[in-house]
């Protein structure tokens, strides 16, 4: 089994974190939503039997016995189960719009860049030259 969950930009480990995870269902209209869900800039991915989601992307009423109750009463949750028909819902994509957030920034910056070179005026080879010649005249 994968050591991570598979969702997009999830970090999730299964071994250290204890969380409780669900592998994708078998039935292929259930499965088709799972990973819509779970991956929707990858709409070629398709998991391996052993790809997992973790607890983190279902809302506790997608249980048949709320897991953050089993936990707050000192209960294993590794046996809660989802509900029939439950999708994952609960994901966060900051990674990808800190990244276009970045980009913009970038653009921006180059662009008031840009129009700074653009205002100043463009010295010539010729005043470049004429210059030092007039300051050995004067020496």
């Known amino acids: 089994m994968p050591l991570y969950c598979s969702a997009e ?3 999730n480990c299964k071994y250290y974190s204890g969380r409780l995870v669900h592998t994708y269902p078998g039935e292929p209209t259930q499965r088709k939503l799972w990973i819509r869900a779970a991956r929707p800039s990858q709409p070629n991915w398709l998991p391996s039997k052993s790809d997992w989601l973790c607890r983190d992307h279902f809302a506790d009423e997608d249980y048949r016995t709320n897991p953050t109750l089993l936990q707050s009463l000192g209960l294993p949750t590794k046996h809660a189960r989802l509900k029939p028909g439950v999708v994952p819902s609960l994901f966060t ?3 990808k719009q800190q990244q276009l957030d970045v980009n913009e920034e970038k653009r921006r910056r180059k662009e008031i860049i840009d129009d700074l070179l653009g205002t100043l005026p463009q010295a010539t080879a010729t005043d ?3 210059s030092t010649t007039d ?3 004067q020496s």
Do not use: E
């Open 9 to 11: 930009d999830c970090t």
């Open 93 to 95: 994509r900051t990674r």
């Open 128 to 130: 470049t030259t004429s």
């Open 135 to 137: 300051k050995t005249k």
